[in-house]
Structure formats: C-alpha cells, structure tokens
C-alpha cells in the first residue's frame, strides 16, 4: 500500500481574533520589528499514511482535520500532500 505524507497547516479564521498574534506583534515591535503586521498564529501537523490513492488520503486526512486537528467553526485549515 503507498505511503504519503502530509502537512496539515491550521489558523484561526480571519474573523477569529488572535491575541497570541497580537501579542506577538507587540513584542516584534517593542524588539524594532515595526515593520511586521497584522501577525497571526498557526499550528501544523505532519503525518504519514498509507492509502490506496492520493484521493483515499486527501479524503482521509480532511476528515481527521475536521475532527481532530482543527475546529470548524474558528479555524481554516490547509493541506499538503506528498507521495512516498
């Protein structure tokens, strides 16, 4: 059975507000940064799994990440798939 990888990105959804971001962005520009803006926070997840297709593991994956990695309602989600 083949292998893929792949890397699901997650973030809050544009509406969402983000104080890490925030909070983030404060400290760049207290450190001179000032030119950083509008800085938003995100989480990743890498896995590896084994399906038939590239579809099966799409499919597979987008469910784990509407389960799992990220919740609907405040976040996006984005994902990167790789054959092995």
Do not use: C, W
């Amino acid at each position: 059975m083949p292998k893929f990888k792949a890397r699901v990105h997650v973030q809050l959804k544009p509406s969402v507000l983000d104080p890490q971001g925030k909070a983030i962005q404060h400290a760049l520009s207290t450190l001179g940064f000032v030119e950083a803006k509008n800085v938003r926070v995100g989480k990743y997840f890498d896995l590896e799994i084994d399906a038939d297709s590239k579809e099966v593991a799409q499919k597979r994956i987008d469910e784990m990440a509407n389960t799992v990695f990220a919740n609907p309602v405040i976040e996006n989600f984005s994902l990167n798939l790789d054959g092995k």
